[in-house]
């Protein structure tokens, strides 16, 4: 076999390792007679699609940040400030167009902040961040006067619709946008002069450098662009509970960050894909949905979720050393 | 001295042979210390110095060879092997645990103890009785050891292998960080040492100062003994002689060249971590060496040029315009390239394909607006593969599947794939087989044939010699001289860069 073949096998393995676990997971709970009828009903698995926007949203961002060698831990808390600014602004009386680009805004404005801090004060990432998780969840409480927000409900609120209208659509407009979404974040990651620059960085900063790349420029980008997906993620959050509630997605970024280092992110940086990140949310969603039927307690899921994280990155570093 | 000298004998080693795939590093070496002596080990970067060391503290195994010590055979089977046997080694850079204090640094690994219990009052009373004899009570035990100076970091570092009652200590370059101060402390020490009937290795390439301690010396060239003796009797000249030996010209490509303008020239500049201003021109078609000990501040410079150190004085001229500080994004668009002498840490992103680390400074010709065309940069990057003779790899494999070779071939294909006018190679050459070096050499032949200049920092003579226009030489953060490389032999640069002085001034002196 020449070196061409055997390169493309291996990029071809490093492709499709992360669906087995997909695939495992969807077949374990198919074999389960008790629950393979409803688990393999079309209207679960939408059920389970929707169910995964918000993590997917947050974990698209995450994505680029994890790649890069980076960490925020604030990704729930900015959630959670998104949403109630939201219904903060749909409750004002802002037109929903209005509403939701406050959201987002917010979420970019918070992710601008930490990359600016960690460019400019030279702090890692971890610190900013976990900084970051306590201001904006007690930004988003103040806003709130530490209740929830009612808002009237508008169209906003149709977003996460589990029988979206109009029907043909098939998934709620929040399924779609976590597609398009994905496809372009795919695209900019694998295929654009920025995403190039995001694996350099969190391969190596210092060849970064040594190659002309800004790289401070880059990571305010990059934190920038996450916090535009937590605000995203917020707005898919508002639209689900109608009200804006500051207590809501606390530990979330941990099931972000999950799903992306399932996906083959390394925390290490300079590894990840999109794809793999969906993937890692999707094994997430299917296992916490299969569990459910399956009527298991809470604290059963929480221990074969944990389970999965360890040897999804375990798995990982076997076949890594094994490359090397 | 009425002891017969064979009784004196520490530590024997014959024969001692080690290759490293196709690199023989040690080729039958033998070295015999005595007790109470100082023994200089001298030779070029790559002699053989570091591995005849490396196999006697058991970090590595000889492919042949035998070692005795106090006439017992000796085959340690690591570097804890090596220090239960007496032998202790103090790197160029300092092994301590910065957080720990002086006394937990010393005693670490051998706290007295009963039970599992440490007793403080006996490891206190060790450490104290250890520091007196070195005469540094000054030093406190309890201390956390990042708050010492460096030269008391390295009186601690030695206290530790004391208390090991280590018989053979290993210095390697142990000067080469301390103030004169310091310095002079260590020889005290030293001196002490030797009284105390510890034998020790001495490596240094500060000649002066290796006159200065050592009372016998062993020279290797190439992995082979090339000569030893006493220090007394054998004048630098020779020792210098004995360092370089022939040097070989066939492995060097004259490409003619034409030299021209002045593209890049450094006024008075200082970088932040450079010791003193540095002036230098480097002109068109031109290949400039730079000499010099590491640490004699060469990729200093380098890095401050380039704009990855800031600078502090003086002002960098490119072409005709003057600048005073700069990114390395900017150097890059002005037409600089630089190589990184840290292939690994720094120079590559190991992880990521070959193709990325080619056009990662230059990814403009395979973008629009951004997008980039992930087939054309693979055509181009094949190409480059080709150019460079990386052979049997595809452009998305990533970097650290290749030899060492290969990987220097593609950080210089970075360079030529950028198209830089202005060339800052450091040490493009090391750690790296002689073929892939003869290819390196014929490149930077080539670049300087077409108009590029080339700044070339070497701590291997001969290259410089057989590669360069002009040779400058650095000693201590400063220029000592820079001529002609048909002016320079081995011996002067070796001599200006160990000692910082030219030899002018000794042809002169000479009939």
């Given at each position: 076999?020449?070196?061409?073949?055997?390169?493309?096998?291996?990029?071809?393995?490093?492709?499709?390792?992360?669906?087995?676990?997909?695939?495992?997971?969807?077949?374990?709970?198919?074999?389960?007679?008790?629950?393979?009828?409803?688990?393999?009903?079309?209207?679960?698995?939408?059920?389970?699609?929707?169910?995964?926007?918000?993590?997917?949203?947050?974990?698209?961002?995450?994505?680029?940040?994890?790649?890069?060698?980076?960490?925020?831990?604030?990704?729930?808390?900015?959630?959670?400030?998104?949403?109630?600014?939201?219904?903060?602004?749909?409750?004002?009386?802002?037109?929903?167009?209005?509403?939701?680009?406050?959201?987002?805004?917010?979420?970019?404005?918070?992710?601008?902040?930490?990359?600016?801090?960690?460019?400019?004060?030279?702090?890692?990432?971890?610190?900013?961040?976990?900084?970051?998780?306590?201001?904006?969840?007690?930004?988003?409480?103040?806003?709130?006067?530490?209740?929830?927000?009612?808002?009237?409900?508008?169209?906003?609120?149709?977003?996460?619709?589990?029988?979206?209208?109009?029907?043909?659509?098939?998934?709620?407009?929040?399924?779609?946008?976590?597609?398009?979404?994905?496809?372009?974040?795919?695209?900019?990651?694998?295929?654009?002069?920025?995403?190039?620059?995001?694996?350099?960085?969190?391969?190596?900063?210092?060849?970064?450098?040594?190659?002309?790349?800004?790289?401070?420029?880059?990571?305010?980008?990059?934190?920038?662009?996450?916090?535009?997906?937590?605000?995203?993620?917020?707005?898919?959050?508002?639209?689900?509970?109608?009200?804006?509630?500051?207590?809501?997605?606390?530990?979330?970024?941990?099931?972000?960050?999950?799903?992306?280092?399932?996906?083959?992110?390394?925390?290490?940086?300079?590894?990840?894909?999109?794809?793999?990140?969906?993937?890692?949310?999707?094994?997430?969603?299917?296992?916490?949905?299969?569990?459910?039927?399956?009527?298991?307690?809470?604290?059963?899921?929480?221990?074969?979720?944990?389970?999965?994280?360890?040897?999804?990155?375990?798995?990982?570093?076997?076949?890594?050393?094994?490359?090397? | 001295?009425?002891?017969?000298?064979?009784?004196?004998?520490?530590?024997?080693?014959?024969?001692?042979?080690?290759?490293?795939?196709?690199?023989?590093?040690?080729?039958?070496?033998?070295?015999?210390?005595?007790?109470?002596?100082?023994?200089?080990?001298?030779?070029?970067?790559?002699?053989?110095?570091?591995?005849?060391?490396?196999?006697?503290?058991?970090?590595?195994?000889?492919?042949?060879?035998?070692?005795?010590?106090?006439?017992?055979?000796?085959?340690?089977?690591?570097?804890?092997?090596?220090?239960?046997?007496?032998?202790?080694?103090?790197?160029?850079?300092?092994?301590?645990?910065?957080?720990?204090?002086?006394?937990?640094?010393?005693?670490?690994?051998?706290?007295?103890?009963?039970?599992?219990?440490?007793?403080?009052?006996?490891?206190?009373?060790?450490?104290?009785?250890?520091?007196?004899?070195?005469?540094?009570?000054?030093?406190?035990?309890?201390?956390?050891?990042?708050?010492?100076?460096?030269?008391?970091?390295?009186?601690?570092?030695?206290?530790?292998?004391?208390?090991?009652?280590?018989?053979?200590?290993?210095?390697?370059?142990?000067?080469?960080?301390?103030?004169?101060?310091?310095?002079?402390?260590?020889?005290?020490?030293?001196?002490?040492?030797?009284?105390?009937?510890?034998?020790?290795?001495?490596?240094?390439?500060?000649?002066?100062?290796?006159?200065?301690?050592?009372?016998?010396?062993?020279?290797?060239?190439?992995?082979?003994?090339?000569?030893?003796?006493?220090?007394?009797?054998?004048?630098?000249?020779?020792?210098?002689?004995?360092?370089?030996?022939?040097?070989?010209?066939?492995?060097?490509?004259?490409i003619?060249h034409d030299i021209g303008e002045v593209l890049l020239s450094l006024d008075g500049l200082k970088g932040?971590?450079m010791?003193?201003e540095i002036g230098l021109a480097l002109r068109k078609g031109e290949i400039l060496g730079i000499a010099g000990?590491?640490?004699?501040g060469r990729t200093e410079t380098l890095r401050a040029v380039f704009g990855l150190?800031?600078i502090?004085?003086g002002t960098v001229t490119i072409g005709r315009v003057r600048f005073?500080?700069g990114?390395?994004?900017?150097r890059i668009?002005q037409g600089l390239g630089l190589l990184?002498?840290?292939?690994?840490?720094?120079?590559?992103?190991?992880?990521?394909?070959?193709?990325?680390?080619?056009?990662?400074?230059?990814?403009?010709?395979?973008?629009?607006?951004?997008?980039?065309?992930?087939?054309?940069?693979?055509?181009?990057?094949?190409?480059?593969?080709?150019?460079?003779?990386?052979?049997?790899?595809?452009?998305?494999?990533?970097?650290?599947?290749?030899?060492?070779?290969?990987?220097?071939?593609?950080?210089?294909?970075?360079l030529?794939?950028q198209e830089a006018d202005i060339l800052l190679l450091d040490e493009p050459?090391?750690?790296?087989?002689?073929?892939?070096?003869?290819?390196?050499?014929?490149w930077i032949g080539r670049l300087a044939a077409q108009g590029k200049a080339v700044l070339f920092v070497s701590?291997?003579?001969?290259?410089l010699?057989?590669v360069c226009d002009t040779i400058a030489v650095f000693?201590?953060?400063r220029v000592v001289d820079s001529r002609p490389a048909?002016a320079w032999?081995?011996?002067?640069?070796?001599?200006?860069?160990?000692?910082?002085?030219?030899?002018?001034?000794?042809?002169?002196?000479?009939?």
């Amino acid at each position: 076999m020449s070196g061409h073949d055997k390169a493309r096998i291996k990029i071809l393995l490093n492709w499709l390792a992360p669906f087995l676990g997909l695939i495992l997971v969807i077949a374990l709970f198919s074999l389960m007679p008790e629950v393979r009828e409803r688990f393999l009903r079309p209207a679960n698995f939408k059920s389970v699609a929707t169910q995964s926007v918000i993590v997917a949203l947050g974990a698209l961002g995450m994505t680029f940040i994890i790649i890069s060698g980076g960490i925020d831990l604030s990704a729930a808390s900015n959630i959670a400030l998104s949403s109630v600014v939201v219904a903060y602004a749909v409750n004002v009386g802002a037109p929903p167009p209005a509403a939701l680009a406050a959201g987002i805004l917010c979420g970019g404005l918070v992710g601008f902040v930490n990359g600016g801090l960690i460019t400019t004060l030279r702090l890692v990432p971890f610190i900013v961040t976990l900084g970051m998780m306590g201001i904006a969840r007690g930004v988003a409480k103040w806003m709130a006067g530490n209740q929830k927000i009612d808002a009237p409900l508008t169209w906003i609120n149709g977003l996460m619709a589990k029988s979206p209208r109009p029907s043909w659509l098939l998934l709620a407009p929040g399924v779609w946008l976590m597609i398009v979404f994905a496809v372009l974040m795919a695209f900019v990651l694998r295929r654009t002069v920025f995403g190039r620059h995001v694996f350099a960085i969190g391969s190596n900063e210092a060849t970064a450098r040594l190659c002309g790349i800004r790289t401070r420029r880059a990571k305010v980008l990059i934190y920038s662009l996450s916090g535009l997906f937590c605000g995203l993620a917020g707005v898919m959050e508002y639209s689900r509970l109608t009200v804006g509630d500051p207590t809501v997605a606390v530990g979330l970024e941990l099931d972000i960050i999950a799903a992306v280092v399932i996906g083959g992110g390394s925390l290490a940086g300079g590894e990840g894909s999109i794809l793999g990140t969906l993937i890692g949310v999707f094994i997430m969603s299917f296992l916490r949905n299969g569990c459910t039927m399956m009527g298991w307690p809470n604290y059963i899921q929480e221990i074969i979720i944990g389970a999965i994280i360890v040897a999804a990155v375990g798995l990982d570093q076997v076949r890594h050393r094994r490359a090397a | 001295m009425t002891r017969s000298p064979a009784d004196d004998l520490v530590l024997r080693m014959e024969d001692i042979s080690k290759s490293y795939g196709a690199t023989c590093a040690l080729a039958g070496v033998r070295f015999e210390l005595r007790r109470g002596e100082v023994h200089a080990l001298l030779g070029e970067n790559g002699a053989g110095k570091s591995t005849l060391v490396k196999v006697l503290s058991g970090a590595v195994r000889p492919d042949a060879g035998r070692m005795s010590i106090g006439g017992v055979p000796y085959l340690p089977a690591g570097p804890i092997d090596g220090k239960r046997c007496g032998v202790s080694m103090i790197y160029q850079e300092l092994t301590l645990c910065p957080h720990l204090t002086v006394e937990e640094n010393i005693m670490l690994g051998k706290e007295p103890r009963r039970r599992g219990v440490v007793r403080p009052a006996e490891m206190r009373r060790r450490v104290r009785e250890v520091l007196d004899f070195m005469r540094h009570p000054e030093i406190a035990a309890e201390v956390p050891v990042r708050k010492l100076s460096v030269g008391a970091k390295q009186i601690v570092e030695i206290a530790r292998a004391l208390v090991d009652e280590a018989r053979i200590l290993v210095m390697d370059e142990p000067t080469s960080s301390l103030t004169l101060d310091d310095s002079e402390e260590l020889f005290r020490i030293i001196h002490r040492l030797k009284e105390r009937g510890v034998a020790i290795i001495y490596i240094s390439h500060f000649l002066e100062e290796v006159r200065r301690v050592a009372d016998v010396f062993t020279v290797l060239r190439d992995g082979r003994n090339a000569g030893s003796g006493r220090m007394a009797d054998a004048p630098l000249e020779a020792i210098i002689r004995m360092m370089v030996g022939q040097e070989f010209k066939e492995l060097f490509p004259r490409i003619p060249h034409d030299i021209g303008e002045v593209l890049l020239s450094l006024d008075g500049l200082k970088g932040r971590a450079m010791q003193a201003e540095i002036g230098l021109a480097l002109r068109k078609g031109e290949i400039l060496g730079i000499a010099g000990l590491i640490g004699s501040g060469r990729t200093e410079t380098l890095r401050a040029v380039f704009g990855l150190d800031p600078i502090e004085r003086g002002t960098v001229t490119i072409g005709r315009v003057r600048f005073e500080a700069g990114q390395p994004w900017e150097r890059i668009e002005q037409g600089l390239g630089l190589l990184s002498e840290d292939r690994q840490g720094e120079g590559l992103a190991l992880s990521q394909s070959i193709a990325d680390n080619v056009t990662l400074s230059r990814l403009g010709p395979f973008s629009r607006s951004g997008v980039l065309s992930l087939g054309r940069r693979r055509e181009v990057v094949a190409g480059l593969m080709e150019r460079v003779k990386v052979k049997g790899r595809h452009p998305g494999e990533p970097v650290a599947v290749l030899s060492g070779g290969n990987q220097q071939k593609v950080a210089l294909a970075r360079l030529l794939h950028q198209e830089a006018d202005i060339l800052l190679l450091d040490e493009p050459t090391r750690g790296i087989d002689v073929m892939s070096k003869a290819q390196i050499y014929e490149w930077i032949g080539r670049l300087a044939a077409q108009g590029k200049a080339v700044l070339f920092v070497s701590s291997y003579l001969p290259e410089l010699l057989g590669v360069c226009d002009t040779i400058a030489v650095f000693h201590r953060g400063r220029v000592v001289d820079s001529r002609p490389a048909s002016a320079w032999d081995g011996a002067g640069i070796l001599q200006a860069a160990a000692v910082g002085r030219t030899g002018a001034d000794r042809e002169e002196a000479k009939p």
